[in-house]
């Protein structure tokens, strides 16, 4: 289940289920959407992104919607692994001018065997 | 090749002391980046290189000082830091400052005692 810790919001899951991790962006302006996977003491590792003229885009086991309505993103894991263990941050910027990334909280996703 | 490298991993210091972070990325970015980051919470933006040029400075204390040798190194200056300023830095490049995805380095663990 999904809990809200004291800083960070924790997502629990089994082995092998599909996980669903939501962000909500706070520009209405922003064109650019990246989700990145930070493991303990490693820096963010780029997974998948997607521009707004989007409203879904899939990699390996992964894929990531948009609904520019609500402002909301949402990366889908699917058959979670342990190594999928890490905190996942949502980023948003404008593909234009000198705009810079602006990261959400994160959440921590716990895959447990 | 998605390689951003960073020295040291680790680094101790106390606060009058003077060290050097370093950054290095062989991918042809024109785009370099100084984020903060301390536990649990997403990363900081400190300064945008673009080109060689300091573009973005987020208003750091004058104790953090960049630098970019040239278009694959990026130097990050330490001067009289406190206690506070222990956190992971880390380093990203993109392929120019229009183009947003950013891809991050390893970190350096900075503690200062």
């Known amino acids: 289940g999904e809990s809200v810790g004291l800083h960070l919001p924790t997502l629990s899951v089994q082995e092998g289920d599909n996980s669903i991790i939501n962000c909500a962006y706070s520009?209405?302006?922003?064109?650019?959407f990246i989700w990145y996977k930070q493991e303990s003491g490693k820096g963010p590792q780029f997974i998948i992104d997607i521009r707004s003229n989007m409203d879904k885009r899939q990699g390996q086991r992964v894929t990531v919607l948009l609904n520019k309505t609500v402002k909301h993103l949402s990366l889908q894991i699917a058959a979670t692994q342990p190594g999928d263990s890490a905190v996942y941050f949502c980023?948003?910027?404008?593909?234009?001018?000198?705009?810079?990334?602006?990261f959400g909280k994160g959440t921590m996703l716990l895959v447990s065997p | 090749d998605t390689e951003v490298t960073q020295t040291p991993k680790h680094l101790v210091m106390g606060m009058t002391n003077k060290k050097s972070l370093k950054c290095e990325q062989h991918m042809g970015h024109r785009a370099m980046y100084w984020y903060k980051q301390k536990a649990k919470k997403p990363p900081e933006l400190m300064f945008v290189y673009s080109y060689e040029k300091l573009s973005i400075n987020e208003s750091v204390p004058s104790r953090f000082s960049p630098e970019c040798p040239n278009s694959s190194l990026l130097n990050l200056h330490l001067h009289a830091l406190q206690p506070e300023d222990s956190a992971l830095y880390l380093c990203?490049?993109?392929?120019?400052?229009?183009?947003?995805?950013?891809?991050f380095g390893p970190g350096t663990r900075l503690t200062v005692l």
């Open positions: 520009n209405s302006a922003s064109d650019y």
């Open positions: 980023a948003e910027t404008m593909n234009s001018g000198y705009s810079t990334l602006t």
């Open positions: 990203a490049s993109s392929q120019d400052r229009h183009t947003d995805t950013q891809y």
